[in-house]
């Protein structure tokens, strides 16, 4: 998208005489009369135009133009308008949530207006009864959906539980909607997992993700197999279409090579597909850990002996290894500054309350004792051999003692040095609170841990390094500080504390972390 300010028209359209074609429904003329700029009004967010014309999309400053034609809209009763598309799991009470909180905190009323099943908009306007300021619609449906939508130019946010897969960064692009998996182009509302689930009549406890995989694919068909009595499993599954099978599709089946197999019960809500996994003791499922109702969820194990459990905290952490971030996607186009201001909002701690109360997962980073950290410090003498072994785990010991964990942490895509969405996200949040002056007069220790495959030296090393790009990524994001109230430094570990066995490429993907120690 080329940005056009008032202040460059004469260098870059001198040549430019007023247009005659027929489609234009608006003209744009500098207010010194010599500059006109024709063509279809896309938009206007109360300060800029958004305008089709024989020299592509343009975006025009308005405080250097007069309007004219029949497009031109109201400068002085401007509505601010946002067109919000996706998955019904974050737009049926997640964002109304976000909405309404918005709203209070700014002095607004916030008025809900349902169409159908899947369309409803809030009109926002002042308490005193004056005239709405902006209408938030929404049209809650699928993930798939709502980048359809944003392709067809028929939304502006898209509501996502899983990320842009490949196909629609490329389109994306093409239409001009910017490089959408930048860390500017979406950000993380809040935090969900993929919960394996049956009926509490069930007596298995846990399974591997690999043996989920097989589950999922039909090689394993028979809950004997995994613990269990002898009788046949029955697959249940969210619609093809919903951020959550997609996830389960990306994260688990592809990961493991195998197709999902065709056999499955599919369920519309989640809620659904909770309750009939509930009802059948042979069933199985993968539900969002906010929506498991009656059912019974599993833990994720492996042969190793370690154990990660679905809550609050482990998904905070990305210690368990089905987290699903919910995204919002915004392409690179500018918003009106009502939008913006909200899209601003949802970083914030009222909004970090608004999210919990709703029943998901925070991201407001939490403070963990040394004393609380669970199973993690048993692993670490469980795996620690030899003298070099059990050196290590003293010292790391020593010096992680005096402080306490962030619940914020940082992991890379698989095979990558780039932060995953989750951890970009996390960026930007850590960011703003040292910019908030939340750790002012703190010491911040980056910590990196890595995977038990190769030599100990090499992880070791490579576990600094990870330390070390994600301070530096913080420091970058720090844009109005000078850092000189906090401390930030770094350390590393290697393989001496691991979450998750590493005879699977999750648990490796777990055990590849960089931790936030805090004094």
Request: hydrophobic letters at 45%; charged letters at 20%; proline letters at 4%.
């Amino acid at each position: 998208m080329n940005y056009v300010c008032a202040a460059l028209w004469a260098a870059l359209f001198l040549s430019i005489t007023a247009a005659s074609a027929t489609a234009d429904d608006v003209t744009l003329r500098s207010r010194d009369g010599a500059i006109e700029l024709s063509g279809t009004l896309l938009g206007f967010d109360g300060e800029f135009y958004r305008v089709e014309t024989q020299y592509g999309e343009l975006t025009v400053d308005g405080s250097g133009v007069l309007c004219e034609g029949p497009g031109c809209p109201s400068l002085t009763d401007f509505v601010a308008e946002l067109s919000i598309s996706g998955s019904s799991t974050v737009g049926d009470v997640l964002m109304p949530a976000l909405v309404e909180g918005f709203a209070l905190q700014n002095g607004l009323k916030a008025k809900r207006v349902n169409t159908d099943e899947t369309h409803f908009e809030y009109v926002l306007a002042p308490a005193d009864g004056a005239p709405p300021v902006a209408r938030f619609q929404f049209r809650v449906s699928s993930t798939d959906e709502g980048f359809a939508d944003l392709l067809a130019d028929e939304a502006d946010l898209v509501m996502a539980l899983r990320e842009i897969r490949p196909g629609e960064l490329d389109l994306a692009a093409e239409v001009g909607l910017g490089q959408l998996d930048d860390v500017n182009r979406s950000r993380v509302l809040a935090l969900d997992a993929m919960t394996v689930i049956v009926s509490p009549t069930n007596p298995v406890s846990s399974l591997s993700v690999s043996d989920l995989a097989r589950v999922l694919s039909g090689e394993i068909d028979n809950w004997r197999t995994l613990g269990g009595a002898d009788a046949p499993i029955s697959i249940h599954m969210r619609d093809v279409q919903s951020g959550i099978a997609q996830a389960v599709d990306d994260r688990v089946m592809k990961q493991a090579g195998v197709p999902l197999i065709e056999d499955v019960i599919r369920h519309a809500t989640n809620p659904a597909l909770a309750q009939a996994v509930a009802d059948d003791q042979l069933a199985i499922g993968v539900a969002s850990y906010s929506e498991i109702g009656n059912s019974k969820p599993l833990a994720l194990s492996g042969p190793c002996g370690f154990q990660l459990r679905a809550n609050r905290l482990t998904i905070k952490t990305e210690d368990y290894p089905l987290t699903a971030p919910m995204f919002l996607y915004i392409p690179a186009r500018r918003l009106p500054k009502l939008a913006r201001d909200f899209l601003a909002y949802t970083r914030t701690g009222p909004a970090q309350i608004i999210t919990r109360r709703a029943g998901f997962v925070d991201q407001a980073p939490e403070e963990i004792a040394i004393n609380a950290q669970g199973d993690r410090f048993a692993n670490a003498i469980r795996v620690a051999e030899g003298d070099d072994g059990l050196a290590t785990l003293k010292q790391m010991v020593t010096t992680l003692n005096p402080l306490r964990r962030l619940s914020t942490s940082f992991r890379f895509e698989a095979g990558a040095a780039r932060l995953d969405a989750q951890s970009r996200s996390n960026v930007q949040q850590l960011a703003q609170a040292i910019e908030a002056g939340v750790y002012d007069g703190r010491l911040l220790v980056f910590v990196g841990f890595s995977d038990g495959e190769g030599p100990a030296d090499g992880n070791l090393r490579i576990a600094q390094q990870r330390a070390q790009a994600v301070k530096q990524a913080i420091e970058a994001a720090v844009e109005v500080s000078n850092l000189s109230q906090v401390r930030l430094s770094t350390d590393a570990f290697g393989e001496a504390m691991p979450m998750a066995c590493d005879d699977t490429s999750w648990g490796r993907q777990v055990n590849r972390r960089v931790e936030v120690w805090v004094r």
